[in-house]
């Protein structure tokens, strides 16, 4: 694997963690859409411009993009079940219940909301090890 293949799996890899769609990361990099897709799918080799505005975008140092743990502590998992029985795992590091709405942020973007009154468990499934 090339270091461009490298940055570029990274890249998915670290997009798909937040739950971000192409077009998202694109919007957040200052890129287009088809350009992400391009990248991540080896169709087009990733620049170093490429690399900083997804680094800037993912908040990651750029040196992240292209080493073997691109994230290598994990992001707390809740397993969170609504009505109806759904279980669903959700990378959390902030939850904001309310009376209304409770909201799952994962770095300042919403990674998953629901109605309060429809949440009937949340499980922390797994959490990072606190710094020595």
């Known amino acids: 694997m ?7 799996a990274n890249v998915k890899l670290l997009r798909t963690r937040r739950g971000w769609t192409q077009g998202g990361l694109a919007e957040r990099a200052g890129l287009t859409e088809n ?20 680094a800037s975008a993912l ?8 080493s073997d743990e691109p994230e290598p502590t994990p992001d707390p998992l809740y397993e ?4 109806g029985g759904i279980t ?3 990378a ?3 939850i904001t219940p309310d009376e ?11 990674a998953f909301l629901a109605p ?6 949340i499980r922390l499934l797994s959490k990072e090890a606190p710094d020595a």
């Open 88 to 90: 669903q795992g959700v």
């Open 92 to 94: 959390a590091d902030t």
């Open 35 to 54: 350009r992400v897709w391009a990248l991540e799918g080896g169709k087009r080799r990733i620049t170093v411009d490429d690399v900083e505005a997804f």
């Open 2 to 8: 090339t270091l461009a293949d490298r940055a570029a």
């Open 116 to 121: 309060t009154a429809r949440i009937l468990g």
């Open 80 to 83: 969170v079940t609504v009505e």
């Open 59 to 66: 908040d990651v140092p750029p040196a992240r993009l292209l």
């Open 100 to 110: 209304v709405m409770t909201v799952f942020y994962l770095r300042g973007t919403t």
